[in-house]
């Protein structure tokens, strides 16, 4: 029987998914059979982290230790301790193997996928080092961002548990896209936070503590691909939509997972490292492989050429399992994947090469028509011939007897496959528990010998024909998706703080505070851009030189009304209706003038505007796919300009979009 896979908590986040916001996780609380995995995983990590401290603390004390008895003592405690750890890994490890979790509740038999449990992370608690540096860095009064703080920590929280659906993916990818305004907002290169990442491997709950931010993003974007993995298993191929749909999973689960391996390295987890990546995008494209052939497989009605198409998609599907067989086995991961992984490409493997046999055996004793003249041997028989690695030897397809004999042959080599395939099943624990698994290889290899027991001749003493392999083809290559963040729009939560351009983690100033009085020339400076409005120039001797502006100052505030987020017009206004006595104004100055002004400064690359306006501060922002990378967040800079090109400007050549007060 299958086990529940969690669909009252995938039908529940559906159905309120219209109306909340993604910021919704699933209730860690609901009794689902995938939620009590997830607990579960989540318990032996802590269990393995704190044999694994008990083990270092040992090792230390018996390298420390000169005491021969106390060194006996501590050899025997560090004999328990890994006799633990190897339970915790075993019991990890058969956790990881629960596929059948994570399968449709279809009736329909179909081969199990091979899905991937999600990355288990700490609660962290980021208020006061969000805080400090608020304080510190910003010069604002913290407790004024407590709401902004604790929306992000909610929103972390929420990722931690996300629902097995299009609104899970939409809740990681918003997670993913806040971190990269976290990383311009509090990450300095001066300067450490204090916050520590904790992540454990998905595959054996080994902890990873990092203090990057590129190890969040990167264990997040995992994370995406594992879940993709799942919605594809959970899809019922038993209908075309289903089979689609489990196609389109497993081809975005590569693209997360191939996107991670190419912009990341040195990763601190096995799980996330090039060669593991690389094994999962093999994993994913085979699976995308697997669907293809179920779905030419769904459509066959005995015709000859959908027969064929058949054996050579089943072929194909062996040979990628192989070459994700290959990948398993290199030296980095031959310990590492679960045995159960492997058992079932193996499984898989000869499985859909034992299919690929069948259904050229079917073309060819069921479709005997034959062409009406010797047309270059006909159509079919050129077909039935090109399908094969090579050409059958001593028989002529023309022939209705040497068709059966190669028929026959196929079969042979079907159940073969077949048995190899079963036997490889009983060997692994795991597998056996997996009882859709044992059905749908029962029923094919008892096909198989049904076919073969059809068209053998009792009378039939001609010599066995030796039957050639399938030639592996494919009318539908895996198309890999690279995640498209663009596709969850979020807003900056720490907006209030500033544009981007100029109140960031990289960026120093110093805040002042003047007086501005108008003069019979008027405010004697130029003004240029907007959010925050620019001084782009100061005429020498007029009022804005003798209130202390200088060129390259950003306006912030006028009369104590903050105008960080202000357009060019409104802040002209204000300066308008300086009196006599004057308007108070707080600019910054920025310490460099050779701070360079990036237009990727947000997601989309488009400018930050003030709520209210036209363009606004609460706007969405979309995430380009091209901004981090290499555990160390690198920006992207394409097009940008240097603000000290305005610095250097001759008072009087006003560019377009200045003007002079």
Not at 174 to 189: H, I, W
Not at 468 to 490: G, N, W
Not at 570 to 575: K, T
Not at 640 to 654: A, E, V
């Amino acid at each position: 029987m299958m086990s529940d896979s969690g669909s009252d908590e995938d039908i529940a986040a559906e159905d309120r998914g219209s109306t909340e916001s993604v910021r919704k996780g699933c209730d860690p609380l609901v009794s689902t059979q995938r939620s009590k995995l997830q607990q579960r995983r989540a318990k032996l990590n802590q269990q393995i982290n704190r044999e694994l401290r008990l083990r270092s603390g040992a090792e230390n004390l018996y390298r420390a230790s000169s005491n021969q008895k106390v060194k006996e003592t501590v050899a025997l405690e560090l004999s328990f301790v890994n006799s633990n750890l190897q339970l915790l890994k075993e019991e990890l490890e058969e956790l990881n193997s629960s596929m059948n979790i994570y399968q449709t509740e279809s009736e329909t038999v179909n081969v199990p996928m091979i899905p991937l449990g999600l990355k288990e992370t700490k609660e962290i608690d980021m208020t006061v080092p969000l805080q400090d540096f608020i304080s510190e860095h910003y010069g604002e009064d913290a407790s004024l961002y407590l709401n902004e703080i604790r929306d992000f920590m909610e929103l972390r929280q929420a990722m931690r548990t996300p629902s097995r659906n299009e609104a899970g993916q939409e809740l990681l990818m918003e997670y993913y896209n806040q971190l990269y305004f976290l990383d311009q907002r509090f990450f300095s290169p001066h300067r450490s936070l204090g916050i520590h990442f904790h992540w454990y491997d998905s595959l054996t709950g080994v902890p990873s503590i990092q203090r990057a931010l590129a190890f969040e993003k990167g264990s997040v974007l995992f994370n995406i691909g594992a879940l993709y993995t799942q919605i594809g298993a959970r899809q019922d191929r038993s209908t075309l939509t289903g089979i689609q749909d489990a196609i389109d999973a497993f081809q975005r689960a590569a693209g997360a997972f191939l996107f991670l391996q190419e912009n990341f390295s040195h990763a601190p987890s096995l799980d996330m490292s090039g060669p593991a990546l690389s094994m999962l995008v093999r994993l994913m494209v085979a699976q995308v492989q697997e669907c293809v052939c179920e779905k030419v497989i769904l459509m066959q009605d005995n015709d000859l050429n959908v027969l064929l198409q058949a054996a050579q998609e089943a072929a194909r599907v062996s040979d990628v399992y192989s070459l994700v067989l290959q990948a398993m086995s290199v030296p980095l991961l031959k310990d590492y994947v679960p045995f159960s992984w492997i058992s079932m490409v193996q499984v898989k493997t000869h499985h859909f090469r034992a299919l690929a046999h069948y259904y050229a055996a079917v073309a060819l004793c069921d479709c005997s028509g034959m062409p009406d003249e010797d047309d270059d041997e006909g159509r079919e028989i050129k077909a039935l011939i090109q399908i094969h690695t090579r050409r059958p030897d001593k028989l002529n397809l023309q022939d209705p007897e040497d068709k059966r004999r190669l028929g026959k042959a196929h079969l042979r080599k079907a159940i073969i496959r077949h048995e190899e395939a079963l036997r490889l099943h009983g060997v692994c624990k795991m597998l056996r528990k997996m009882d859709i698994l044992q059905e749908v290889l029962s029923h094919a290899h008892a096909r198989s010998l049904e076919k073969y027991s059809d068209i053998d001749q009792e009378d039939d003493f001609c010599e066995v024909a030796e039957a050639p392999e399938i030639q592996s083809h494919t009318q539908q290559k895996p198309d890999i998706k690279t995640p498209d963040f663009s596709a969850v729009r979020v807003t900056d939560i720490f907006h209030r703080l500033g544009p981007l351009s100029v109140f960031s983690a990289r960026n120093r100033w110093v805040r002042r505070h003047t007086c501005l009085v108008r003069g019979e020339a008027g405010l004697g400076l130029t003004l240029r851009g907007d959010s925050p409005v620019l001084v782009a120039g100061v005429l020498p001797g007029g009022c804005a030189a003798e209130a202390g502006l200088r060129e390259g100052d950003y306006i912030v505030a006028v009369n104590g009304a903050d105008c960080r987020w202000a357009e060019h017009g409104e802040v002209v206004h204000a300066l308008k209706s300086c009196t006599e006595r004057g308007l108070e104004l707080d600019v910054i100055t920025l310490q460099s003038h050779e701070v360079e002004k990036r237009t990727n400064l947000s997601p989309t690359g488009e400018r930050e505007c003030q709520s209210g306006s036209p363009r606004k501060a609460g706007r969405e922002y979309e995430r380009g796919s091209s901004s981090i990378w290499n555990w160390s967040w690198r920006s992207g800079g394409g097009g940008s300009k240097r603000l000290g090109s305005t610095f250097s400007l001759s008072f009087g050549n006003l560019r377009e979009g200045e003007s002079m007060y």
